[in-house]
């Protein structure tokens, strides 16, 4: 220990400003946006980058609210007031990312626990396919599921998105690998008591795999939010778009105007990283339950 | 255990099982296996987009054609460059980060971790588009930057060359990538066996040689499992490409999955578009295999 104190005090310094480097930029394109849209349009076709908004502004929103307009719901025949297309694309967004997270949750953990504690004929096999099915591209059974979406009159609809978010079978994986956990003695005495196994479920089990939920919700969340590809192809009306989509739809059309851009940008990504920092825990969790055994 | 049950019990166990697992299974069999299977058997037809028009099966065609399309061929080939880049350059970056962060307080830890992440909350939509900006002509700092120091004397148009497209999106893909490996890493190294570390300290092992004698063994799980998925998302580099170039300037940052995408809507041939969607899952399978299998040998 001590003959290398000298170099690794040196070695820690140095990785440690290093880090801060790194940190600052990784931190610089959020900064870039959230500034960008603050700035005037002059300052932003300048070729001389101001570091700080010299002068701030809030026309790059205004634009971006007064660019279209959309109900705010639509359900059947009833039609909610006219608000920013924006907010409308946040309100899908929203539905989408909620329902995907609800459902896949609801799904993933029943799955979870029948794949670790029931034993059932078959279940090597469908777990063997349900792993089999993570290692390969998602996104190459995206084209073939607009072909499908269209046949089941889903297409440019928003639960042409939520359905496959759920059926991708990571949940289930990472709910297994929590639900292993489940003492067996416990569901024993659970059966001997009389308990039927739905109550099982909801009083013995869920308690149990609660932290696993929790991080399977934030993490379907996030990654239904930010599932670009998927709602490009699925989504195409004005009113139907996701906020993302609605981004990149604005950008194709406005390409120079760098300022209403960042702040539709930002309208897209600061809700999301909220939403990460409050539950940032239980997506570390997620992520490493995951991958163990993996 | 199964075997001492009573037949009633392996009864309910059976029906309660698949009680359990049927909404899951409706959802899996239905959006994920199926599309699995569609993709398969329309490779050898020649589908287009509207479901109302008949396809005839036509053997391997789609597949010999692939070979003979020079822009498959190059995005066969960035896309390749894209995952020989970025793969080692993830798995290196994130395992020196997460080694200088990982013993960090509770504090300083979560900061680092959270902002290498962020990249990946921020969306690819969000993260692109401040990118376009900054890759800018006229008014992106990577050129005033360049040029203020000296670097280059005239402005590059990074996005319009074909000599610099790829590198441009290979560096934005780099910084969307390492969150995941770092948090992995991080959590790998808390858990290695300390008694053994430490151990060998006694004995006059350096840093470097306990590194790779008794941590790296250790987290070699870790790290076949972050090759895999870093493989699966270099391949699968789309919105990058969709929003920046659309394959160009003159199919420099073409990629086999942005070019699935532009025959199927853009050309509407749907049984080509799978054709090539099957030999990218079977790219994915071999070079997981391979990685698994040079993994085990270790």
């Not at chain 2, 980060?97 to 680092?112: C, D, H, R, T």
């Not at chain 2, 990218?280 to 295999?289: K, P, V, Y």
Request: hydrophobic share 50%; charged share 10%.
């Amino acid at each position: 220990m001590s003959k290398n104190n000298g170099s690794s005090l040196a070695y820690r310094i140095i990785s440690i400003v290093i880090l801060l480097v790194l940190a600052f930029l990784f931190l610089f394109p959020l900064y870039w946006i959230v500034t960008g849209s603050l700035k005037t349009q002059q300052a932003i076709n300048s070729a001389t980058p101001d570091w700080w908004p010299k002068e701030f502004t809030l026309r790059n929103y205004e634009t971006l609210f007064s660019k279209r307009t959309a109900p705010l719901f639509q359900l059947g025949s009833l039609t909610g007031p006219t608000v920013p297309g924006a907010i409308r694309w946040l309100i899908n967004t929203v539905f989408m990312a909620v329902m995907a997270m609800l459902l896949t949750c609801v799904t993933a953990a029943m799955a979870g626990y029948s794949l670790a504690k029931k034993r059932f004929t078959g279940r090597y096999l469908l777990f063997s396919l349900i792993v089999a099915a993570m290692a390969l591209p998602k996104q190459v059974i995206l084209i073939p599921l607009i072909r499908e979406m269209s046949s089941l009159g889903l297409y440019d609809n928003i639960w042409a998105v939520i359905l496959p978010t759920v059926g991708w079978p990571f949940g289930v994986f990472l709910m297994k690998q929590f639900s292993e956990g489940i003492p067996g003695e416990m569901l024993e005495a659970a059966r001997i008591d009389g308990a039927s196994e739905l109550k099982t479920f909801t009083t013995v089990v869920y308690p149990m795999i609660k932290p696993g939920v929790g991080a399977l919700a934030i993490f379907t969340f996030i990654n239904s939010w930010n599932d670009y590809f998927l709602q490009l192809i699925m989504l195409t009306s004005s009113n139907k778009l996701t906020i993302s989509l609605g981004i990149a739809t604005m950008q194709a059309e406005n390409s120079t105007d760098y300022g209403l851009i960042m702040a539709g940008a930002s309208l897209a990504a600061i809700p999301i990283i909220l939403v990460f920092l409050v539950f940032q825990k239980y997506f570390t969790k997620g992520i490493t339950m995951g991958a163990v055994k993996g | 255990m199964y075997k001492t049950m009573s037949p009633r019990l392996r009864r309910r166990e059976n029906i309660s099982g698949y009680m359990f697992l049927l909404p899951s299974l409706i959802f899996f069999l239905g959006f994920v296996v199926y599309p699995m299977i569609m993709c398969i058997w329309t490779s050898f037809t020649d589908a287009n987009m509207d479901i109302n028009t008949p396809t005839s099966f036509i053997g391997f065609a789609n597949y010999k054609e692939l070979w003979q399309d020079p822009v498959f061929l190059k995005g066969l080939r960035n896309t390749i460059i894209i995952v020989v880049v970025s793969v080692p350059v993830v798995c290196i970056f994130s395992l020196w980060v997460a080694s200088a962060i990982y013993k960090m307080k509770e504090g300083p830890l979560s900061f680092f971790r959270i902002v290498f992440y962020l990249p990946v909350v921020t969306g690819s939509v969000a993260v692109t588009v401040v990118w376009k900006w900054m890759y800018n002509n006229y008014t992106g700092i990577f050129n005033y930057l360049l040029k203020n120091g000296g670097i280059i004397d005239k402005n590059i148009n990074w996005l319009g060359d074909p000599k610099y497209a790829l590198a441009c999106i290979i560096l934005i893909l780099l910084t969307t990538s390492v969150g995941q490996p770092i948090v992995l890493y991080v959590s790998a190294l808390s858990n290695v066996d300390h008694s053994l570390v430490e151990a060998a300290e006694v004995d006059g092992a350096t840093n470097t040689q306990a590194f790779w004698r008794i941590k790296w063994p250790q987290i070699m799980p870790t790290t076949l499992y972050i090759l895999i998925i870093t493989t699966i998302n270099s391949f699968q580099c789309f919105a990058l490409i969709q929003l920046l170039t659309s394959g160009g300037p003159n199919y420099a940052t073409e990629t086999i999955m942005y070019y699935i995408y532009y025959t199927a809507f853009k050309l509407s041939r749907f049984g080509y578009g799978n054709a090539m969607g099957v030999i990218l899952a079977i790219f994915i399978a071999i070079l997981s295999a391979v990685q698994f299998r040079l993994a085990k040998e270790k």
